[in-house]
């Protein structure tokens, strides 16, 4: 049927980000599905993709409040909290850059934590450390960051 | 700046116990433990800090908002119970009441026999086994013969219960424990034990005397009463459910029972069955003495801690009679001895016979010495029994080069019934460097680990420590195996011993085992290609991204033949090729693709699209030196980019064909008012968000796969499935417009929005809204099919409504605020606006005046609701909650006013917080919801193993 021949030709390339975040989370809240197991590897990528998407948005709001002309009618008064969050994300993604070259596995925790959402749990299966580890970096992460923000 | 903690190593012991301290005493804590180190101590109370700051800095999740919310909230609809059937559902006039097991062939439920007021289990069939042409008509021909069966000592067979495509069987219920239960590993005193067996014995009389075979006899088919009566379940089963014969030349009654069930019991299976030869009543007088045996001695006469090994004791060894406890009688003993001949017709060949030794028992000594029989040369069993399970590989060879120096075969390697191939993003299929063993990745039993399977074994055997592991991949000598194992690259020796960690790899790796006993991988954390000695250490960095070019990612290595050159894998965004990184560290791009593996000969193969492409590859020069073919398609791969395929150094190549993972799957059913269901004759698939056609006859849907998610349009009376659209991305949410002619849909293609295509495909696809940012999802149309309603998914929790008139692309919102509101719907006489808004805390359906939402707002649901459906007609509006579809009756004369709504039938609507996935028919007399169906599971998985396969691509590769 149309659906096996559709397979066959594979379809095109969509390992776009977006392909990639939407099949994590269908993947991360499929679990009812007992044969995926790796999980953390799930959580890593879609965390990552996140931080990527999330930026990338944000960027594009960002363009677009500096003049940038989409054709876009914004929609009342909305564009304004999103450009808030927009500078605040993208300030925070300027930060990680920095602070993962101080410290990899804390701008990893953070993709995981502030990006993507994932639970301590979630995190330390994402990036192979334990719960408390997960609890502990993310409060170092977080100082670390308010620091810098500051 | 911060000063950095890892300058001081205790720093990290200090913060867990500080943060295991209660708040107030953290502080004073910290001061004592870091005495004069005043900087250190800033740098903790820091951090500490922040266990107890509540200022919304940085809060989990708090990029969240702005537009991913809709992905994430229709990700969370689909709830798989893999149930065919609900508590209320009906078959025929069986009412459902609770799942009591599932097995094999389909579930088994209590229900309620509405006609005869009593309780029956039914025994519903897979969709699976109920589509196979033939397997219908004769398992309803094999459970009239099983119905006429009738003894206190066998759960009866009533006869069989159909619904649409549900088939069931309704079978007599029975309550309390089964012997397996009751023996869990331990003997029952020889007179519990006789006494049992003599009713068992008498029930199986009765069967044989009207020529039926149970074939399937075991401890967990018989069920024991509290008053010591038995009853024997699933008489005849095993033959009534049996596929078609495996081989073409065989005769039915030669595989009697299917593989599953041959696999699951080869404890009680006799040496004919273990065969597959042809069976009659001795089979189950054997299985007979293997249950009283067992009942005896505590332990089962003939156990293994494989398959294997079990039914090697069936055809070899005879079970150990001196276990037997002292006081059983001579009788019993004989009897054993006689049901456990392995030659049938030197067994005992009537049951009946078997109640004359129960008389017969009474306390005695011990009898002769079992005469040894005659051993068989295992090595010819194992292959027949192979045969028979369908375990050993079928040599098929399709095709035979005459050129090439070294033949090309092609193989099926099947796996055991019941293990499920599971890929992920690492490759799920290893090939040893001289093609002779395939490791890959499954789950038996709903546990995934690792598989090794020789080519010259009969079977599949797990690797130990290799639980949940991924990315498999082989030591150039072939004696150990690497692989990911959460996050930790682990390798073991495949000659035994236990799996050691070489390194942390969190994210997932993809890696290869070079010739100089290194390791290189990459994780998608680490991001880049690293390398680690294989007896474990420290990995060093190999590559750097050039985020110039937009790299995120390399991945996927693998070794050139001189030990010192890598092929990888380089995204880039949405673009990715397969490269080299030469020894001097510089990285040449070799072609669009990914996941490329080096032949002898000089060929790269690696993906391109989801299928394996080839190209001639001059190693030296490290170049391309001809175009690139495809070569294999129907290849299983991940998001395009890993393909589960696997190649060894003689050129084999095995791969694991597409479409064996279990997916979640949903149907399309009609209800009428009454809740009775009609299930649309359309094969169930990854269906979700539907709409019905305004005339009823087509019904356009979102079919999701792999990462690709296209709306599609389903012919319901032509029964056809036709794409409408075909960007590599999201497409989902299909509008049809009132008139018929045209469906619009949401795209996240390159400059997303919604857009609105012809229905029947035809003509271009035209832009309705833009956006740079929130979701815009279609609902529905006014009446007039000029305005388009949809929803603006502003962040996961909040949504507004809004309408856009093309073909002016201004998006103008109706309705705002710091909650979710969506899937309206505008009456059929234009004036009235349906909603769904949890602003009070929970969704309820609202109406409100339409264009001038402002003037009022009414609210119908009482109890909860989703999803408002107006009639044809204007008088009713439907919505849904969780247990069903309700109907609240509406007037308009003066206002809006409605009835307190009725609820129409109870059904698990599928949908999740976007609302439920149904539609009303154009009479408002039926409705078609989207069900969950079981999850699609292949009878038995298989890999493919080419021979040789280079011999073949290079000639392909040369041809002019």
């Given at each position: 049927m149309a659906r096996a021949q559709l397979r066959r030709r594979g379809g095109r390339d969509s390992l776009e980000t977006a392909g990639l975040v939407n099949e994590a989370y269908l993947r991360l809240v499929d679990q009812t599905r007992a044969t995926w197991r790796d999980r953390g590897h799930f959580f890593a990528v879609s965390a990552m993709a996140m931080r990527q998407i999330i930026v990338d948005h944000a960027r594009r709001r960002a363009r677009l409040k500096r003049g940038g002309d989409r054709g876009v009618v914004p929609l009342d008064d909305v564009h304004e909290p999103a450009a808030r969050e927009s500078h605040q994300v993208l300030e925070i993604d300027r930060a990680l850059t920095k602070l993962a070259s101080v410290n990899e596995r804390l701008a990893r925790l953070v993709e995981c934590r502030y990006f993507a959402g994932l639970t301590e749990e979630e995190t330390a299966a994402a990036l192979g450390m334990s719960v408390r580890t997960a609890q502990r970096e993310w409060f170092k992460a977080k100082a670390w960051l308010r620091r810098e923000l500051a | 700046m911060m000063p950095d903690l890892t300058r001081w190593p205790h720093a990290d012991q200090l913060l867990d116990e500080a943060l295991a301290l209660p708040a107030h005493e953290r502080d004073a804590f910290l001061r004592r433990a870091t005495g004069a180190d005043a900087?250190?101590?800033?740098?903790?109370?820091?951090?500490?800090?922040?266990?107890?700051?509540?200022?919304?800095?940085?809060?989990?999740?708090?990029?969240?908002?702005?537009?991913?919310?809709?992905?994430?909230?229709?990700?969370?609809?689909?709830?798989?119970?893999?149930?065919?059937?609900?508590?209320?559902?009906?078959?025929?006039?069986?009412?459902?009441?609770?799942?009591?097991?599932?097995?094999?062939?389909?579930?088994?439920?209590?229900?309620?026999?509405?006609?005869?007021?009593?309780?029956?289990?039914?025994?519903?069939?897979?969709?699976?086994?109920?589509?196979?042409?033939?397997?219908?008509?004769?398992?309803?021909?094999?459970?009239?013969?099983?119905?006429?069966?009738?003894?206190?000592?066998?759960?009866?067979?009533?006869?069989?219960?159909?619904?649409?495509?549900?088939?069931?069987?309704?079978?007599?219920?029975?309550?309390?424990?089964?012997?397996?239960?009751?023996?869990?590993?331990?003997?029952?005193?020889?007179?519990?034990?006789?006494?049992?067996?003599?009713?068992?014995?008498?029930?199986?009389?009765a069967a044989h005397a009207r020529g039926i075979l149970h074939r399937d006899l075991k401890p967990a088919?018989?069920?024991?009463?509290?008053?010591?009566?038995?009853?024997?379940?699933?008489?005849?089963?095993?033959?009534?459910?049996?596929?078609?014969?495996?081989?073409p030349n065989s005769d039915e009654d030669l595989t009697g029972e299917s593989p599953g069930i041959l696999l699951g019991t080869p404890a009680y299976m006799s040496p004919e069955q273990v065969r597959g030869e042809p069976v009659d009543e001795r089979a189950?007088?054997?299985?007979?003495?293997?249950?009283?045996?067992?009942?005896?001695?505590?332990?089962r006469a003939f156990p293994g801690a494989s398959a294997t090994e079990v039914m090697a004791r069936v055809l070899e060894r005879n079970p150990d009679f001196d276990a037997l406890p002292a006081s059983t009688p001579e009788s019993i003993r004989r009897l054993l001895r006689r049901a456990l001949e392995k030659n049938p017709r030197r067994r005992l060949g009537h049951i009946g016979d078997a109640l004359l030794e129960f008389d017969d028992a009474s306390p005695a000594g011990r009898g002769p010495a079992v005469a040894a029989v005659?051993?068989?040369?295992?090595?010819?069993?194992?292959?027949?029994?192979?045969?028979?399970?369908?375990?050993?590989?079928?040599?098929?060879?399709?095709?035979?080069?005459?050129?090439?120096?070294?033949?090309?075969?092609?193989?099926?390697?099947?796996?055991?019934?019941?293990?499920?191939?599971?890929?992920?993003?690492?490759?799920?299929?290893?090939?040893?460097?001289?093609?002779?063993?395939?490791?890959?990745?499954a789950s038996r039993n709903g546990a995934v680990q690792l598989f090794r399977r020789d080519l010259d074994a009969l079977e599949p055997r797990p690797i130990e420590g290799t639980e949940n592991a991924t990315g498999p991949f082989f030591s150039p000598d072939g004696r150990s195996l690497g692989f990911d194992s959460d996050g930790v690259l682990k390798r073991v020796s495949l000659t035994g011993g236990s799996p050691v960690v070489i390194c942390q790899a969190p994210g997932g790796a993809t890696a290869a085992w070079l010739p100089d006993d290194s390791i290189v991988f990459a994780t998608n954390t680490g991001r880049v290609l690293q390398r680690v000695p294989a007896s474990g250490g420290a990995p060093v960095p190999l590559t750097a991204l050039d985020t110039s070019r937009g790299a995120t990612l390399h991945l996927l290595p693998q070794g050139l033949p001189d030990g010192r050159t890598l092929l990888f894998t380089i995204v880039s965004g949405a673009g990715r090729h397969i490269a080299l990184r030469l020894p001097s560290g510089e990285i040449r791009v070799l072609a669009e693709g990914t996941h490329a593996r080096f032949l002898p000969g000089g060929i790269l193969v690696f993906s391109r699209s989801g299928s394996l492409w080839g190209a001639p590859f001059d190693a030296v020069r490290h170049a391309l030196t001809g175009p690139a073919v495809p070569l294999v398609e129907g290849i299983e791969h991940t998001d395009n980019a890993v393909l589960h395929f696997a190649t060894a150094s003689d050129g084999s190549l095995t791969y694991l064909p597409a479409g064996q993972e279990v997916g979640s799957v949903q149907r399309l059913v009609w209800f009428d008012r009454s809740g009775r269901q009609t299930d649309v004759d359309l094969e169930p698939g990854p269906y979700t968000r539907v709409s019905l056609s305004p005339d009823d006859r087509a019904v356009a849907l979102t079919q999701r796969e792999r990462g690709n998610t296209d709306v599609w349009v389903a012919n319901l009376e032509r029964r056809t499935l036709s794409r409408l659209t075909f960007e590599p991305t999201i497409e989902t949410m299909p509008t049809w417009s009132p008139d018929g002619t045209r469906i619009a849909f949401r795209s996240e293609r390159e400059g997303p929005g919604i857009f609105v295509r012809d229905a029947q495909g035809a003509g271009p696809t035209e832009r309705l809204t833009s956006t740079d940012g929130p979701i815009?999802?279609?609902?529905?149309?006014?009446?007039?099919?000029?305005?388009?309603?949809l929803a603006v998914f502003r962040s996961f929790r909040q949504q507004a409504i809004a309408s856009v008139t093309p073909p002016d692309q201004t998006v103008r919102v109706l309705l705002d605020g710091e909650f979710a509101q969506l899937d309206p719907h505008v009456s059929p006489d234009g004036r009235w606006l349906a909603y769904q808004s949890d602003e009070s805390g929970r969704f309820e359906v609202y109406v409100r005046p339409y264009p001038e939402v402002r003037a009022g707002r009414w609210q119908v649901s009482t109890a909860g609701g989703t999803s408002p459906r107006w009639s044809r007609d204007g008088r009713e509006l439907f919505f849904v909650d969780e247990s069903g579809l309700l109907s609240a009756a509406v007037s308009v004369g003066g206002g809006f006013a409605a009835a307190p709504p009725r609820r129409l039938f109870r059904v698990k609507?599928?949908?999740?917080?976007?609302?439920?996935?149904?539609?009303?028919s154009a009479d408002g007399r039926r409705f078609l919801f989207i069900l969950g169906a079981p999850a699609r599971a292949p009878a038995t998985a298989e890999l493919v193993y080419v021979q040789h396969w280079a011999e073949e691509v290079r000639a392909q590769l040369t041809q002019p």
């Open positions: - | 900087e250190l101590l800033a740098a903790l109370q820091a951090v500490v800090a922040e266990a107890a700051s509540h200022d919304g800095f940085l809060v989990p999740g708090g990029a969240l908002s702005g537009t991913l919310g809709e992905e994430v909230v229709q990700s969370l609809g689909p709830e798989e119970s893999g149930l065919l059937l609900t508590p209320g559902a009906r078959v025929e006039h069986y009412e459902i009441v609770a799942l009591i097991g599932r097995g094999g062939m389909g579930e088994v439920y209590r229900a309620r026999d509405q006609r005869l007021h009593r309780d029956v289990a039914l025994k519903v069939l897979r969709a699976r086994f109920a589509r196979e042409p033939g397997r219908i008509a004769r398992f309803q021909r094999e459970a009239r013969t099983l119905a006429s069966l009738s003894h206190s000592g066998i759960g009866a067979i009533y006869g069989v219960a159909e619904d649409g495509e549900i088939e069931a069987l309704v079978l007599e219920l029975v309550e309390g424990p089964t012997l397996a239960q009751c023996l869990d590993a331990r003997a029952l005193p020889v007179s519990e034990a006789l006494a049992i067996g003599r009713r068992v014995a008498e029930a199986i009389e088919n018989i069920k024991l009463a509290p008053d010591g009566a038995i009853k024997i379940l699933d008489f005849g089963l095993a033959k009534a459910l049996a596929p078609e014969p495996l081989w189950d007088i054997w299985a007979f003495g293997c249950i009283v045996y067992e009942m005896l001695a505590g332990v005659p051993p068989r040369l295992l090595q010819a069993m194992l292959v027949l029994m192979g045969l028979a399970l369908g375990v050993l590989a079928t040599f098929l060879v399709l095709r035979r080069e005459a050129a090439p120096s070294r033949s090309v075969s092609r193989f099926m390697v099947p796996l055991p019934a019941g293990d499920i191939p599971v890929t992920g993003f690492q490759p799920a299929v290893a090939l040893s460097p001289d093609g002779r063993t395939i490791v890959y990745r815009h999802s279609p609902y529905s149309w006014t009446p007039d099919g000029r305005t388009l309603l609507p599928f949908g999740g917080r976007l609302g439920a996935d149904y539609e009303v």
